[in-house]
């Protein structure tokens, strides 16, 4: 399938592209950005204290964490990803399939950093984990299937993990070289999110054409 490019059937991608930027404008202007990452972003080691008024509650900071970034080219390369992607995904799956994706992405990223650190002490900042998901959709719907079994179902499923498995070797080399530069990046947040994508883009698929 050829990845479809017209903008006017992607509003809900320009609209999260635009609270997003919107957000890391007032956040910057404020001054207020390492009070917001503490406030906002997602803390593991919540989890594991009594965190009650801490911070916002910790059920929603999966989603205040995706407006928040590090700075401008944090935000400007995620933007880049979720408009590179999100356009040809809402076009195929519509524009409740990108909220849901983005949605599910967001907590799946949370979920998957958490289970990499679940002390970490580091507040996980930045849209990255739930553009993932939204990666992962577009990798499961425009990528070429590179397992040739007669199965089609099995052929399918095949190619998600190898996507899969791409992936984390991709996130593994970025960690060990962000580390190398101390440079602190959410691989777990970024596995998570893509797992979501590559589950959820047929069924999301299937289900918007259910009656053609």
Same mark, same amino acid.
């Given at each position: 399938?050829?990845?479809?490019? @017209?903008?006017?059937?992607?509003? %809900?991608?320009?609209? $999260?592209?635009? =609270?997003?930027? &919107?957000?890391?404008?007032?956040?910057?202007? &404020?001054?207020?950005?390492? *009070?917001?990452?503490?406030?906002?972003?997602?803390?593991? !080691? *919540?989890?594991?204290? @009594?965190?009650? +008024?801490?911070?916002?509650?910790?059920? #929603?900071?999966?989603?205040?964490?995706?407006?928040?970034?590090?700075?401008?080219?944090?935000?400007?390369?995620?933007?880049?990803?979720?408009?590179?992607?999100? *356009?040809? %995904?809402?076009?195929?799956?519509?524009?409740?399939?990108?909220? $849901?994706? !983005?949605?599910?992405?967001? !907590?799946?990223?949370?979920?998957?950093?958490? #289970?990499?650190?679940?002390?970490?002490?580091?507040?996980? $900042? +930045?849209?990255?984990?739930?553009?993932?998901?939204?990666?992962? &959709? !577009?990798?499961?719907? /425009?990528?070429?299937?590179?397992?040739? =079994?007669?199965?089609?179902?099995?052929?399918?499923?095949?190619?998600?993990?190898?996507?899969?498995?791409?992936?984390? =070797?991709?996130?593994?080399?970025?960690?060990?070289?962000?580390?190398?530069? @101390?440079?602190?990046?959410?691989?777990?947040?970024?596995?998570?999110? /893509? =797992?979501?994508?590559?589950?959820? &883009?047929?069924?999301?698929?299937? /289900? *918007? /054409?259910?009656?053609?």
């Amino acid at each position: 399938m050829r990845p479809p490019e @017209d903008w006017r059937r992607a509003r %809900v991608t320009l609209a $999260i592209a635009a =609270v997003t930027a &919107a957000a890391f404008l007032l956040v910057a202007m &404020a001054g207020a950005g390492e *009070r917001a990452a503490v406030w906002a972003g997602f803390l593991p !080691y *919540r989890f594991s204290i @009594d965190s009650w +008024g801490q911070g916002a509650p910790l059920w #929603l900071t999966p989603l205040t964490a995706t407006l928040l970034h590090a700075g401008l080219l944090h935000l400007l390369l995620n933007l880049l990803m979720l408009l590179f992607c999100g *356009r040809p %995904v809402e076009n195929v799956l519509g524009p409740a399939a990108i909220v $849901i994706l !983005y949605l599910l992405g967001a !907590y799946a990223a949370a979920a998957g950093h958490y #289970l990499m650190d679940p002390h970490g002490t580091l507040p996980m $900042i +930045g849209a990255s984990g739930a553009i993932s998901a939204v990666l992962g &959709a !577009y990798a499961m719907l /425009f990528g070429r299937n590179k397992v040739k =079994v007669s199965n089609p179902t099995l052929a399918l499923w095949l190619n998600a993990l190898w996507l899969l498995a791409g992936w984390i =070797v991709l996130q593994l080399a970025f960690g060990f070289l962000s580390a190398r530069a @101390d440079i602190n990046i959410a691989i777990g947040a970024h596995i998570g999110g /893509f =797992v979501i994508g590559l589950a959820l &883009a047929r069924p999301l698929f299937r /289900f *918007r /054409f259910r009656n053609a």
